[in-house]
């Protein structure tokens, strides 16, 4: 879908492009192609795509898939999105946000199309990254992939390539193996953002894989990050059962440096630090 289509779109509908729902249009067949590409989609899968919007992507997706299952929220393209399910049999729009699906919906889903494996691709709100990452990468169902068009500095963070971890970046790491595919301009957007994009693809999803309790461990990291410019051994004496003198002894006993902060940390220091503080 090309700007002119776009726009054509926009006028037929009488729709405006929603500023609050962070609604940037991708106006690039390249890029489109770029992401079904990275997708990496197969005949007999079924996809879950979040926020179809104009349908640029769905219209793409229902081409390579048995099913395609979009969530939106956005009743004011309900019109050209029910147009799109009622000629495309292989189509259902959900009206409901993504965050809302529980593991239970989304396994009736499942059930209902006969199939325990599912993709999710994406060109997302950039708020929405953060909570729809780790919605999925916890999921009882976990997804085989996902393929995500998400802003350029989020997805460079989850890949970390100066090795500094976040929240969302262990979120990721921990249980899965993210890779930045390709960098996209702000004006492939229509209207333009204010900053650039990128296609981040996320696949080798898996359960928790070690051998600590995961809660803790999490409760470890979140601790750890409470107060991002302390040290981590100050953040980690907020949790009220850890003494001073026993963290300072695990922090010589796994080599971690005493003004060490928790960005600086590994998957595997975080495992090791829960390990011997259970």
Not at 160 to 174: D, R
Not at 219 to 235: D, E, P, S
Not at 245 to 265: G, T
């Amino acid at each position: 879908m090309d700007l002119a289509q776009l726009k054509f779109l926009l006028n037929q509908y009488k729709l405006t492009p929603n500023k609050v729902r962070g609604q940037n249009f991708l106006v690039s067949d390249q890029v489109l192609n770029k992401i079904i590409d990275t997708a990496k989609l197969e005949e007999d899968e079924l996809v879950l795509e979040v926020g179809p919007g104009l349908g640029a992507l769905t219209q793409e997706l229902v081409k390579k898939v048995d099913q395609v299952v979009s969530f939106e929220v956005d009743k004011n393209f309900a019109k050209l999105l029910r147009k799109l399910e009622n000629i495309n049999k292989n189509l259902q729009i959900e009206w409901q946000d993504i965050l809302s699906l529980t593991d239970q919906q989304w396994q009736n889903t499942l059930f209902k199309y006969q199939t325990e494996e599912y993709k999710v691709v994406a060109n997302i709100p950039y708020y929405l990254t953060s909570k729809l990452i780790n919605k999925f990468v916890s999921a009882k169902r976990k997804p085989q992939s996902m393929t995500l068009l998400i802003q350029n500095e989020v997805a460079e963070r989850i890949v970390t390539k100066n090795n500094k971890h976040s929240l969302l970046s262990l979120a990721v790491a921990f249980y899965a193996r993210a890779q930045l595919i390709d960098f996209v301009a702000k004006d492939n957007f229509y209207p333009i953002p204010k900053v650039n994009s990128a296609i981040l693809y996320i696949d080798q999803i898996k359960d928790w894989p070690y051998q600590v309790d995961e809660s803790r461990a999490w409760q470890l990291v979140h601790h750890g990050f409470a107060a991002k410019r302390k040290k981590l051994i100050n953040n980690l004496l907020s949790d009220k059962s850890i003494v001073k003198e026993q963290l300072v002894a695990i922090f010589d006993k796994i080599k971690l440096d005493k003004n060490i902060r928790a960005e600086d940390l590994s998957v595997q220091n975080w495992i090791e630090l829960t390990q011997n503080l259970i």
